[in-house]
């Protein structure tokens, strides 16, 4: 009669095996929803000192700008690359600092809430599960009885059959010798009317034996097969829904703190694109006309009813006007040589750099991939 009890011993070591299991899956979900707020809180003092900085290298050289450089007006390229810089960093800067709000009051914030949802949802779904235990632990309870009564009152059925099948041998020996007792028939009619009571009882407790095998079964195989993943979906359904609701948050200011840096990003790349020195050169002479501007030509003035207006070759001054134009011919061709040589130093220099340039905007680029 006690061979259930080692098999009711192992459900309920595994119950409160499922229960400690539990226990050390909220403690780690707790641990992690810690590890997000100490994340967050983190980064927000980065995101905001990083905003400050920003601001303070804005500052610094918006403060050294001449107030029309600052104006919304035509300027040199370069400038307009310079003007479109301070505006991206200006922008960066108040990104960053809507960042760090957003993460540091925020997100914590939600976190916060997860957290005390979670404990909550925990607390009530274990009083569940103990409850559940409970009643699974009565039913095996239950069932530990009926297997008894069953037994006993089997037994009984039994003794009582073999105490009547004795009477009723003792009775007919008693016939065959051709005597009969009175007494032998007394017990043998006592004897069957136990045995119909003790069979009847024996099988009452033979069905509610069944009954109860059923029920446990039933029992257990709804709680292994459905109550427990229920209750994991319920503790699971407030974290993992507080868990997306505020990465969403996250990403939301992710993407839009990328998209306004890509934005910035085009229009800094639309002024490089659109340096051009020729135009560069047109505006500068352009602003500086009065300074640039050619000058009246010079006329000539005769002196005292001199009539002639032309270079005058007649002999003797023919050959040395033609020396003169031959060293002035000459030193033009040394000064075209030089200005030749200067040039291809400095487009070789230039294309040297420009090489350096590529090659480093590659390397970076490289690395942020």
Partial sequence: MSFLKPEILKIRQRL??????????????????????????????????YARA????????????????????????????????????????????????????????????AQEELQKIFKKSKELAIGVHEELLKVMSQLQKDIKTYHTWHAESKAAES???????DKQRQEEKRSKSKT???????????????????????NDYILSIAASNSALRKYFENDVTELIDCL????????????????????????????????????VNNLNALNDKQLFMETNCSAFVPPQTFHYQPHGGDEIHEVSAQDPLHKDLSERFQRQAGRLKEVK?????????????????YVRLFISFRIVSASFK
């Fill in 337 to 353: 040589a030089e200005s030749e040589e200067v040039r291809q130093s400095l487009l070789k220099e230039y294309n040297s750099n």
């Fill in 54 to 113: 920003l601001e303070r290298l804005y500052d610094k050289f918006t403060g050294k700008q001449k107030p029309s450089h600052t104006k919304d007006i035509q300027g040199p390229s370069p400038q307009a690359c310079w003007n479109t810089l301070l505006q991206l960093t200006r922008s960066q800067y108040r990104q960053h600092t809507i960042v760090s709000q957003v993460y540091g009051s925020n997100i914590v914030n939600s976190f916060t809430t």
């Fill in 236 to 271: 699971d359904l407030g974290y993992v829904r507080s868990t997306r609701k505020t990465f969403g948050a996250f990403l939301t200011a992710e993407t839009q703190m990328k998209e306004m840096r890509e934005d910035g990003i085009n229009k800094l790349t639309d002024c």
């Fill in 163 to 169: 105490r009547l099948r004795k009477t009723e041998a």
């Fill in 184 to 206: 032998l028939e007394k017990q043998r009619d006592k004897h069957l009317q136990r045995y119909q009571e003790r069979k009847i009882e024996a099988t009452k407790a033979r």
């Fill in 16 to 49: 409160t095996e499922q229960l400690k299991c539990l226990d050390t899956r909220h403690e780690s979900q707790l641990g992690l929803i810690a590890d997000f707020q100490e994340y967050f809180k983190r980064r927000s003092e980065i995101e905001f000192d």
